[in-house]
C-alpha cells in the first residue's frame, strides 16, 4: 500500500514529509510575466520584452 499525501490547494499526490511548491511556481509565473510581457502603444497587442531592450513593433503593409 503506498503513501502519500495530497495537496489542499492544487491535489498534487506529494511523498511523505515533501512540500508543494504549488504558491511558488505561482508567483514565479505572474512575476515573469509582468516583468517581460508589454503592450504596444500603436497596436495594443501584447509584446515580449527580454532585458533592457525594448520590443520593437515593424509595421509591414502588404499589397
Known amino acids: 500500500m503506498a503513501y502519500y499525501s495530497?495537496?489542499?490547494?492544487c491535489g498534487s499526490h506529494l511523498d511523505p514529509q515533501e512540500k508543494?511548491?504549488?504558491e511558488t511556481?505561482?508567483?514565479e509565473k505572474?512575476?515573469?510575466?509582468?516583468r517581460h510581457l508589454k503592450m504596444s502603444p500603436?497596436?495594443?497587442?501584447?509584446?515580449?520584452?527580454f532585458g533592457d531592450?525594448?520590443?520593437a513593433y515593424e509595421e509591414k503593409?502588404?499589397?
Not at 495530497?6 to 490547494?9: E, L, S, V
Not at 500603436?42 to 520584452?49: D, N, R, W, Y
Open 6 to 9: 495530497i495537496c489542499p490547494k
Open 20 to 22: 508543494c511548491d504549488c
Open 25 to 27: 511556481e505561482k508567483a
Open 30 to 34: 505572474q512575476d515573469f510575466f509582468s
Open 42 to 49: 500603436k497596436t495594443g497587442q501584447l509584446v515580449f520584452a
Open 53 to 55: 531592450v525594448e520590443a
Open 61 to 63: 503593409g502588404y499589397c
